[in-house]
């Protein structure tokens, strides 16, 4: 009887912890394809929807879940895009009151819609937020140039998030 009960005691005291999301509550198995039109920008910032365009794409073809197609008609679902906001606001100083560090703050609204089945939605988020910070380099000259390289890397990080939120569930 002892015997049994230390079988049995790891057994029911363990936690049960596991992942709830995963691609197959989205997408079903029979979806390969996607199309990724370019996100509609909806703010003065130019070019920041090609970078997100693409870092989106991109993220998609890394990850090998899904192939990236280029029209609609080959397209089983579909994600769409609109940057409604985008915003850079100091956080940081140092001592001479110059800024450190920004916060970049990007909102889009994003719909997975179905190709195959009249472009139903199948995922939608009208408030999909995006922030994080970047550092500055006071020595340098070239603000717009920093500001640049950090919406890139942004619109990356930007894609990780969103292409996680999409296919595992999160």
């Not at 390969?32 to 130019?46: L, M, Q, S, W």
């Not at 769409?80 to 800024?99: E, H, L, T």
């Not at 916060?103 to 937020?129: F, G, P």
């Amino acid at each position: 009887m002892k015997r049994l009960l230390l079988f049995l005691l790891p057994l029911l005291a363990s936690c049960g912890y596991g992942l709830v999301g995963s691609a197959n509550n989205l997408l079903a198995p029979t979806v390969h394809t996607i199309e990724v039109p370019a996100f509609v920008n909806r703010t003065t910032r130019v070019e920041l929807e090609q970078r997100v365009t693409q870092a989106v794409a991109a993220e998609f073809v890394s990850r090998g879940r899904l192939k990236l197609v280029n029209s609609a008609p080959a397209a089983d679902v579909i994600l769409r895009g609109s940057i409604d906001s985008f915003g850079i606001f100091p956080v940081a100083f140092n001592q001479q009151g110059r800024a450190t560090q920004y916060q970049i703050s990007i909102t889009a609204k994003i719909e997975l819609l179905d190709h195959r089945a009249d472009d139903k939605v199948l995922w939608k988020n009208d408030q999909y937020r995006f922030t994080e910070n970047y550092q500055v380099n006071t020595e340098s000259t070239d603000a717009f140039d920093q500001e640049t390289r950090a919406i890139n890397e942004i619109a990356v990080r930007f894609a990780e998030s969103l292409v996680t939120n999409l296919l595992e569930g999160f």
